[in-house]
């Protein structure tokens, strides 16, 4: 009878896949998910691979796949919601790993370069303290490293927002240029109104 064996196996962690292979050299093989392939790209489970030589005889081999545990990136922010510009905003760890411990954290503030982070970016766990010099949506980033050797990484977009904009012109003749006055920013601030003074001081709104 053929002798094979499936080698290949290698530590890997949840959600990802591994190649396994069996004996080369034999002219037909069968595992039991239906692939004839002499390697097979697979995740956790039980693999069965039957190698038939030339004259019709076979040799089965069986291996069990257990991925490693793959830990949880995540965070908080402080303010939640949203920041302004020139605040400090503080991003804090939460990630957690089922077994171990994480060892390694890389944070980058300003994962879709607008290039107005302080600091840009940092390596430990934290918790940061970060400052945003221009509006913008943000997109932070965080990858992290169990001591088993699995990351996960968490992207999260983060607004900062500057001051209320006031416009300094305001000419409403219909000529398609400054007719209407608009304060930009004024849809995060949940709480405003407007009151209009003629150049005599009289409340006309």
């Known amino acids: 009878a053929p002798a094979s064996e499936i080698s290949g196996v290698i530590p890997f962690c949840e959600g990802e896949t591994i190649t396994i292979s069996a004996t080369s050299g034999f002219p037909s ?83 879709n370069l607008i290039g107005m982070a302080t600091p840009a970016l940092a390596l430990t766990q934290g918790p940061h303290e970060v400052v945003f010099d221009a509006q913008g949506t943000y ?35 219909n000529d398609g240029m400054n007719d209407f006055l608009v304060f930009g920013n004024l849809e995060y601030q949940p709480s405003n109104h407007i009151t209009v003074f003629d150049r005599w001081g009289r409340n006309l709104l």
């Not at 998910?33 to 076979?58: F, H, L, P």
């Not at 997109?139 to 490293?145: G, R, T």
């Open 29 to 111: 093989y069968l595992w039991n998910n239906n692939d004839t392939s002499e390697m097979v790209t697979v995740g956790e489970g039980q693999y069965i691979v039957t190698v038939t030589d030339a004259i019709g005889c076979t040799d089965t081999d069986t291996v069990t796949l257990v991925a490693l545990s793959k830990p949880i990136a995540n965070f908080s922010i402080d303010p939640l919601d949203h920041g302004e510009t020139e605040q400090i905003i503080t991003f804090t760890d939460a990630s957690v790993a089922s077994t171990g411990s994480i060892v390694d954290w890389s944070w980058i503030f300003d994962y």
């Open 139 to 173: 997109n932070v980033w965080l990858d992290i490293l169990a001591d088993n050797g699995c990351r996960d990484t968490i992207v999260v977009d983060y607004l900062v927002i500057d001051d209320i904009i006031v416009p300094n012109v305001f000419t409403p003749n």
